[in-house]
Structure formats: C-alpha cells, structure tokens
C-alpha cells in the first residue's frame, strides 16, 4: 500500500507540472492498529467512521492495497522512501536508525511547490527532513500528556 501511495504521490506531481495552476491537495492518513475492517466505508460493521468516509467519499478510496511492513517504524520508513526496509535502512523498531537524508515523497512535493507537514506519530528518530512543519511524538509516544518535538522557530 505504502509503494503504491508512493507511486501515486510521484504520479501526481508530473501530472502537476502540467496543470500549474490547479494543484490538488493531498493528504495522507496514517494510523497505528486500524485496519480497513475498522473502517466503515470499506464496509465495517464494527466501527462508525463517518469522517473518514466523508473522505473516502470526496477522493479516493484504496480498495486493493498491500502493505510492505507491518511494523509501525519501518512502514512510515517505507511509506516516505518508497523502498523496502532493507533499501531504506529502518527495518525494526528498537535498533534501526533511521537516515532522513534519503529521498522522500516528502521532499519531492516540496520540489514541486507544496508545503509539507508531518503531524503524530513518526518513530523514525529526532531529525525530520523535507517537512515545512511538524509536531510529532517523542519515540513511541505517552498515552498521557505526550511530548511533541516542533520545529524550532
């Protein structure tokens, strides 16, 4: 699912170059634990989703997607480099380092004229690169009164 967004991201900005003028927005949802079965425009009978429907309902909806790591890490590692773990360097949790200097989607977007933000849960370490802003969790985060790292400005 990650190449794919990937690829469709990429995908998006050569059809950008051509309409200048009319860029989409884009956004990408990442979430820990939450399976398309806990979502209720995939169908779900467990969960009521509605804003992630509405969503669903006003741009794409993903209906055959994969994932290429089920670790959270090394699937955002993953998702932003469009490479395998063992291509990209993060390939477990606890031992890997992420290297942020690699090319990302993130900073392809820049390249292209958009703003950037990363908001959440990373776990990829402290250093961010091609993001405008952010405000993410330190490591792993707290369930309580968590601690966020922000540019500094």
Known sequence: MYKFLTFLTLSLLSFSALIAQQKPNII????????????????SKIASTPNIDRIAK??????????????????????????????NGYKENEKSHFDHSQNSFAKELRKAGYSTSWIGKQHLGDTLEGFDYFDVLINQGSYFNPEFKKPKR
């Open 28 to 43: 990408i949802i990442v979430s820990d634990d939450h399976s398309y079965q806990t979502i209720s425009a995939y169908g």
């Open 58 to 87: 006003e741009g794409i909806l993903f209906n055959r997607a994969y994932v290429n790591n089920s670790l959270c890490g090394p699937s955002r590692a993953s998702l932003l480099t469009g490479k395998y773990s063992h291509k």
